[in-house]
């Protein structure tokens, strides 16, 4: 009889973990829900865009080719424009984007505010990354901060990726003197990123990457 009611006190206290489990799942997701922001595909653009702000921007590299900044520069789908762009510049220790001049010549005709970001290796020393990016990126005023595009730990510690990390952004703020920029995913941010205190950067997450 003892046996009997321990078992039936045992499924019921499983019966309502599995029910928290389950309610668990449902308020994280509808909470997710309730805090993404909805986003529309623009076959114009290409992508699917945010529509609820003001400003719209792009990021581009050598994998979309030869660019019409005329065309960015006019393209427009209802009241949404092209307001800025990121342009890869370079990538490691010694890439170079193959269209990174050709971009920034022509982005710069266009009168379209820009920026350059360099697409960051781990593995690769940060110091040898930001020399890399100095050495093609001269920036005019009006130019958008310098960008560091993290994604992928290439399986390196995640104490080895935020010193070389800090190493970058401290170089490339000396030199240019301005505080630059981290552009990554959620998935990266929550995994290396989130302790530590980078209290004096902005942070963009990648929604282009998540989204694909």
Not at 72 to 81: G, L
Not at 128 to 135: L, P, S
């Amino acid at each position: 009889m003892a046996k009997r009611k321990k078992r039936s006190v045992l499924r019921s206290l499983f019966t309502i973990f599995l029910l928290f489990c389950g309610i668990s799942v449902a308020i994280y997701y509808a909470i997710d829900f309730l805090t993404t922001p909805s986003r529309i595909n623009y076959p114009a653009f290409g992508i699917y865009i945010p529509p609820d702000y003001s400003i719209h921007g792009i990021d581009v590299s050598h994998y979309q080719q030869v660019i019409d900044w005329n065309d960015v520069k006019a393209m427009q789908v209802k009241n949404i424009k092209i307001g800025f762009v990121f342009i890869k510049a370079t990538e490691g220790i010694g890439k170079i984007d193959a269209y990174f001049r050709r971009n920034w010549l022509q982005a710069e005709e266009e009168n379209i505010p820009k920026g350059a970001y360099h697409y960051f290796i781990a593995g690769e020393g940060g110091s040898k990354q930001a020399q890399n990016f100095i050495d093609i990126v001269k920036l005019k005023k009006g130019d958008l901060p310098p960008v560091l595009d993290i994604e992928h730990a290439n399986g390196k510690e995640v104490n080895n990726i935020r010193t070389e990390i800090r190493i970058w952004l401290a170089k490339i703020e000396q030199h240019y003197k301005i505080k630059p920029v981290i552009y990554t995913n959620i998935d990266f941010y929550n995994n290396y990123l989130n302790e530590i205190l980078f209290n004096f950067l902005f942070i963009i997450y990648n929604y282009l990457h998540t989204l694909n």
